[in-house]
């Protein structure tokens, strides 16, 4: 029997095994880097071992301090959650060697399926249906679009759509180099690409000696930058013939290597010749794995835990129920080319009925972080995991775009608003939309929803009452109160990168708007403010976040969303100004590359510099043809966001002068 656990991994989901761990009477250890010391899983486990290192982002890939830390803390089974070391054979082998229990697959397995293009072999000689490998020498203009993946991982890192072939070699170096750095090897590979596939996936539980139990599939084709958003069980649309088909090839595919424990089979499935593809095995949870415990009732972390124990699997699956959907919040930027975005959670607060558990009907919330956390640049962006359960698809998706968007989510821009869209789309919701392509053929998701126009109004007033209520003299004088009424006070904010001006008056009277006769505030304090137009009642809920001295920002939430309203100070300090063409890093990350230099010329669109961020590879251009002046950006540099990294002055444009008088 098992009795504690270390979790070889971080946030999210070492939280979601302590759930379970605490659950069936089993103690918890936390490993943790000096950048996570803070986050709420370390606090929650019943140890917690410090990883040495000065790189946080390679802490949790260090298989010896792992071990040294269950030694220490008295683990004698270690889970390796996903990503980081969960598919490393090698590191499989070392916790069995230590003689501790691994909660996962024999190495033999991992090995197996860990090379995409060793593992694709070994599925068609099973009779698992595969799409055909290729190479950069083999390909042709027949083949075309290519899609070039990385053969030792996933999660979008290493992949690039190629739609001509003299692009093939620098989007295979690109991608070689991005899977390099995400999984310490850069082979990839090639494949053609189905322009509107479906990702759905199989979930397995094995027993090592063949059994295979099979819990219905997903589907997880709603994705940016070929990493997941949107998943959802079971995957609408199918028929029963193909669904089972995908569950018999899923079964197949465990049982060939024996598998034991759980993981996840994806195929890529063509709904227009309802004929599907492997495409991968993850020999590890899936991070969407809520889904599936939603709908079968099941826990797998409790089956991962009872066949690590040698216990036999059930008999029979449990008859799934309902249907739910999972969206994965991240902090990042879409119409910034999904910029990953860092700093302090200033709020986070979804309204939820069960953390990492759900009995019945309602929403689910999987989460590593809390309000007044940091995020940072060394790990993935996502923030949580919002999964909604009902008995229908559409109840499902019409619940979880509800408690999206009432969320309070402030201190970083988010892909809220693009969650929310996708789940009230209609291609989402009559299924016909639903594919890879879904945010290419659908950029209207980008577009951000209309906001609450009283929003800044309300931001403004609590601000007011925050500092009349703080004022160390005349504290019980109205806000904006003067004896002559002239000109109206100005509240200025910061969102969005966009400048806001709020005019209002204040008094004996209470607060009213400068520009609007229809609006009457009725309350007014730091936590709320009620507002009331053409006799119809708003509530906001506000809060004032301060800083060493004054207040920094002023969060609003109305019941169509909020927003983070920055204040803007009234004198600018002249060193945060920056010159005119400056190249700004968009977010905190590494130079890995610069292609120019002082002095170069350089045109519209240019590559000036290549960034990472949470192993992601971004490129700074230049925004218009001109020469370069400035460049600090060295590779190698770690950068924060808004840092100068290069200065581009426009070319000047001459009148032409052509048969003009001297």
Same mark, same amino acid.
């Not at 009732?297 to 066949?307: S, T």
């Not at 800083?547 to 969060?555: F, P, R």
């Given at each position: 029997?098992?009795?504690?656990?270390?979790?070889?991994?971080?946030?999210?989901?070492?939280?979601?095994?302590?759930?379970?761990?605490?659950?069936?009477?089993?103690?918890?250890?936390?490993?943790?880097?000096?950048?996570?010391?803070?986050?709420? /899983?370390? $606090?929650?486990?019943? $140890? *917690?071992?410090?990883? @040495?290192?000065?790189?946080?982002?390679?802490?949790?890939?260090?298989?010896?301090?792992?071990?040294? *830390?269950?030694?220490?803390?008295?683990?004698?089974?270690?889970?390796?959650?996903?990503?980081?070391?969960?598919?490393?054979?090698? /590191? $499989?082998?070392?916790?069995?060697?230590?003689?501790?229990?691994?909660?996962?697959?024999?190495?033999?397995?991992?090995?197996?399926?860990?090379?995409?293009?060793?593992?694709?072999?070994?599925?068609?000689?099973?009779?698992?249906?595969?799409?055909?490998?290729?190479?950069?020498?083999?390909?042709?203009?027949?083949?075309?679009?290519?899609?070039?993946?990385?053969?030792?991982?996933?999660?979008?890192?290493?992949?690039?759509?190629?739609?001509?072939?003299?692009?093939?070699?620098?989007?295979?170096?690109? =991608?070689? $180099?991005?899977?390099?750095?995400?999984?310490?090897?850069?082979?990839?590979?090639?494949?053609?690409?189905?322009?509107?596939?479906?990702?759905?996936?199989?979930?397995?539980?094995?027993?090592?000696?063949?059994?295979?139990?099979?819990?219905?599939?997903?589907?997880?084709?709603?994705?940016?930058?070929?990493?997941?958003?949107?998943?959802? #069980?079971?995957? @609408?649309?199918?028929?029963?013939?193909?669904?089972?088909?995908?569950?018999?090839?899923?079964?197949?595919? =465990?049982?060939?290597?024996?598998?034991?424990?759980?993981?996840?089979?994806? /195929?890529?499935?063509?709904?227009?010749?309802?004929?599907?593809?492997?495409?991968?095995?993850?020999?590890?949870?899936?991070?969407?794995?809520?889904?599936?415990?939603?709908?079968?009732?099941?826990?797998?972390?409790?089956?991962?835990?009872?066949?690590?124990?040698?216990?036999?699997?059930?008999? #029979?699956?449990?008859?799934?129920?309902?249907?739910?959907?999972?969206?994965?919040?991240?902090?990042?930027?879409?119409?910034?080319?999904?910029? @990953?975005?860092?700093?302090?959670?200033?709020?986070?607060?979804?309204?939820?009925?069960?953390? /990492?558990?759900?009995?019945?009907?309602?929403?689910?919330?999987?989460?590593?972080?809390?309000?007044?956390?940091?995020?940072?640049?060394?790990?993935?962006?996502?923030?949580?995991?919002?999964?909604?359960? *009902?008995?229908?698809?559409?109840?499902?998706?019409?619940?979880?775009?509800?408690?999206?968007? %009432?969320?309070?989510?402030?201190?970083?821009?988010?892909?809220?608003?693009?969650?929310?869209?996708?789940?009230?789309?209609?291609?989402?919701?009559?299924?016909?939309?639903?594919?890879?392509?879904?945010?290419?053929?659908?950029?209207? %998701?980008?577009?951000?929803?209309?906001?609450?126009?009283?929003?800044?109004?309300?931001?403004?007033?609590?601000?007011?009452?925050?500092?009349?209520?703080?004022?160390?003299?005349?504290?019980?004088?109205?806000?904006?109160?003067?004896?002559?009424?002239?000109?109206?006070?100005?509240?200025?904010?910061?969102?969005?990168?966009?400048?806001?001006?709020?005019?209002?008056?204040?008094?004996?009277?209470?607060?009213?708007?400068?520009?609007?006769?229809?609006?009457?505030?009725?309350?007014?304090?730091? #936590?709320?403010?009620?507002?009331?137009?053409?006799?119809?009642?708003?509530?906001?809920?506000?809060?004032?976040?301060?800083?060493?001295?004054?207040?920094?920002?002023?969060?609003?939430?109305?019941?169509?969303?909020?927003?983070?309203?920055?204040?803007?100070?009234?004198?600018?300090?002249?060193?945060?100004?920056?010159?005119?063409?400056?190249?700004?890093?968009?977010?905190?990350?590494?130079?890995?590359?610069?292609?120019?230099?002082?002095?170069?010329?350089?045109?519209?669109? &240019?590559?000036?510099?290549?960034?990472?961020?949470?192993?992601?590879?971004?490129?700074?251009?230049?925004?218009?043809?001109?020469?370069?002046?400035?460049?600090?950006?060295?590779?190698? &540099?770690?950068?924060?966001?808004?840092?100068?990294?290069?200065?581009?002055?426009?070319?000047?444009?001459? *009148?032409?002068?052509?048969?003009?008088?001297?």
């Amino acid at each position: 029997m098992i009795t504690r656990v270390l979790v070889a991994n971080r946030g999210e989901i070492a939280r979601r095994v302590f759930r379970t761990c605490r659950r069936l009477g089993i103690g918890c250890v936390a490993v943790h880097s000096d950048a996570d010391a803070g986050l709420p /899983f370390v $606090a929650e486990a019943d $140890a *917690a071992v410090r990883l @040495p290192g000065n790189a946080p982002a390679e802490t949790y890939l260090r298989g010896d301090l792992i071990l040294e *830390a269950a030694r220490r803390a008295g683990a004698d089974a270690i889970h390796p959650g996903y990503g980081f070391l969960s598919e490393n054979a090698d /590191f $499989a082998r070392q916790v069995a060697e230590a003689g501790l229990v691994w909660i996962g697959p024999a190495p033999e397995s991992i090995e197996k399926m860990g090379s995409k293009i060793e593992s694709k072999k070994l599925m068609e000689a099973a009779g698992v249906p595969v799409l055909g490998n290729l190479t950069p020498d083999t390909a042709s203009e027949d083949d075309l679009p290519l899609l070039v993946k990385a053969s030792a991982g996933g999660g979008g890192r290493g992949m690039r759509i190629v739609r001509s072939l003299a692009d093939l070699p620098g989007e295979v170096e690109k =991608a070689s $180099a991005e899977a390099a750095s995400a999984f310490g090897d850069g082979t990839v590979f090639v494949e053609p690409y189905v322009e509107r596939g479906r990702h759905v996936e199989v979930q397995v539980v094995g027993d090592g000696a063949g059994e295979v139990l099979v819990l219905g599939e997903r589907d997880c084709s709603l994705q940016r930058r070929h990493q997941k958003v949107v998943e959802e #069980s079971p995957a @609408p649309g199918l028929t029963d013939d193909v669904a089972s088909a995908l569950h018999e090839a899923a079964r197949a595919a =465990a049982a060939a290597i024996d598998y034991r424990g759980a993981g996840t089979v994806e /195929f890529l499935y063509d709904a227009d010749t309802q004929r599907f593809y492997f495409l991968e095995m993850n020999t590890r949870l899936q991070v969407e794995h809520p889904v599936t415990e939603a709908v079968h009732g099941v826990d797998l972390v409790e089956l991962q835990l009872a066949v690590a124990e040698g216990a036999p699997l059930p008999e #029979s699956a449990p008859h799934p129920a309902g249907h739910a959907i999972e969206v994965r919040l991240y902090a990042e930027d879409p119409a910034a080319d999904y910029a @990953p975005q860092t700093g302090r959670l200033l709020e986070l607060e979804i309204q939820h009925d069960d953390v /990492f558990a759900l009995e019945g009907h309602g929403i689910r919330l999987d989460t590593g972080f809390e309000t007044g956390d940091e995020v940072g640049t060394f790990y993935d962006a996502m923030l949580a995991k919002v999964i909604a359960w *009902a008995p229908t698809r559409a109840a499902a998706a019409r619940t979880l775009a509800r408690t999206l968007e %009432t969320a309070r989510i402030h201190g970083l821009v988010t892909n809220r608003d693009q969650l929310v869209a996708s789940l009230r789309h209609p291609g989402f919701l009559d299924v016909t939309g639903v594919s890879t392509a879904f945010y290419e053929e659908h950029p209207e %998701t980008l577009v951000a929803a209309p906001e609450d126009d009283l929003i800044p109004l309300a931001g403004a007033v609590a601000l007011a009452e925050h500092r009349r209520r703080g004022a160390r003299v005349q504290s019980r004088i109205p806000a904006g109160f003067r004896n002559v009424v002239a000109a109206p006070q100005t509240t200025r904010f910061e969102r969005g990168g966009e400048e806001i001006a709020v005019a209002w008056y204040g008094g004996r009277d209470g607060y009213r708007p400068a520009d609007r006769e229809d609006v009457q505030v009725v309350e007014a304090s730091p #936590s709320e403010v009620v507002v009331e137009v053409d006799g119809v009642v708003r509530r906001y809920a506000t809060r004032v976040v301060c800083g060493a001295a004054t207040a920094e920002a002023v969060l609003v939430d109305g019941a169509r969303g909020g927003a983070t309203l920055r204040v803007v100070p009234r004198f600018v300090d002249p060193a945060d100004q920056v010159a005119a063409g400056s190249l700004l890093a968009p977010m905190p990350g590494t130079v890995i590359a610069v292609h120019a230099g002082v002095g170069d010329e350089v045109a519209e669109g &240019q590559p000036i510099v290549v960034m990472e961020a949470m192993k992601m590879q971004h490129t700074v251009a230049a925004p218009y043809a001109g020469t370069v002046t400035e460049l600090p950006a060295a590779a190698g &540099q770690q950068v924060e966001a808004g840092t100068v990294l290069a200065v581009v002055e426009a070319d000047s444009v001459e *009148a032409d002068s052509e048969g003009e008088e001297e």
